[in-house]
């Protein structure tokens, strides 16, 4: 049974170059409104144990597009998960006996392999702390799109670490890109991805110094800065000024290549880890992101459940 728990769930190169060729046929054929039901008869869950903006209406309408259904449940529907009310792995258990395929936002990773375990049924990581896979593979989908020798373009990724950036180390294993990340000196990205994407020869290198990472680069991807909304005030305006060299902003993108790309998945905090003028620039493809995710949930829920259109 697959599962794609994080982005190291995706085979090898191939399957991957399969997905994006798939996902642009399914954009396509959408925009032609001439989509095959190959999801009909099929129910999706979801499970939302945090908020979601994108992810939800993305796999909703992708699924129904396809002549599918889903069904979705938030902390606040079901009964508390945990082994103080009802175990998660009974609730798996159940919730893999309605549905064909299950995603899942759960608040920690080890939760999201729990249901793994014990549904019986293909489930998706729809975001935890350690990956997000569906927006990774969006976000190398929008690239594939836009550049001709896709996996020949240096990538870097500029500020806190994320789910998303651990995503990209499984996306420079199984591609060959060459990714340069520069983190703040106190933040760490996953060490177990980034030691298994390491022995699989990545073209990967951490360091503090966004300008070096930017220096040519035809990709600059960032994300949310998530520290600062726990902090007090105080901590929190020292916190964003330590971050501030991290800032994707016009100065930063004039060491980048002329042709590069701007990535973001968004919600993002403009004045913070991006400025207006580079999130609506015309480097910018982080809206034209967002709405691939769509595409690229249906080829990955296509690949999930072993249907072809």
């Excluded at 982005?7 to 032609?32: S, Y």
Aim: aromatic share 4%; proline share 5%.
């Amino acid at each position: 049974m697959q599962y794609l728990r994080t982005t190291f769930d995706i085979p090898d190169r191939a399957t991957l170059e399969g997905l994006l060729h798939r996902a642009q046929h399914l954009k396509r054929r959408r925009a032609e409104r001439r989509l095959t039901p190959t999801l009909s008869g099929r129910v999706v869950g979801m499970l939302f144990e945090k908020a979601s903006t994108r992810t939800r209406p993305s796999i909703e309408a992708g699924v129904a597009l396809l002549g599918g259904a889903t069904v979705v449940l938030h902390a606040r529907d079901a009964h508390a998960l945990g082994e103080e009310h009802e175990p998660l792995r009974d609730a798996a258990r159940v919730l893999g006996s309605y549905v064909d395929a299950l995603v899942a936002r759960m608040r920690s990773h080890q939760d999201l392999e729990e249901l793994a375990r014990h549904a019986r049924v293909p489930v998706v990581n729809g975001q935890s702390e350690i990956d997000h896979p569906c927006q990774v593979i969006t976000d190398l989908f929008t690239v594939f799109e836009r550049k001709e020798r896709p996996f020949e373009v240096r990538w870097a990724y500029v500020g806190e670490p994320s789910g998303t950036a651990n995503g990209l180390l499984a996306v420079a294993a199984l591609t060959g890109i060459e990714l340069a990340l520069a983190l703040p000196e106190d933040a760490r990205l996953d060490a177990q991805a980034l030691a298994r994407a390491k022995s699989a020869g990545a073209r990967v290198s951490v360091g503090h110094d966004p300008v070096a990472a930017v220096r040519g680069a035809g990709v600059v991807s960032t994300d949310s800065w998530s520290t600062p909304a726990a902090l007090e005030p105080p901590a929190r305006a020292a916190r964003l000024a330590a971050l501030a060299r991290y800032q994707v902003n016009d100065a930063l993108l004039s060491h980048a290549a002329d042709d590069a790309l701007v990535l973001h998945p968004l919600p993002a905090r403009r004045g913070q880890e991006i400025t207006d003028d580079a999130l609506e620039g015309m480097r910018s493809v982080a809206f034209q992101q967002a709405g691939n995710r769509l595409c690229v949930q249906q080829a990955l829920l296509e690949w999930l459940l072993g249907v072809s259109g």
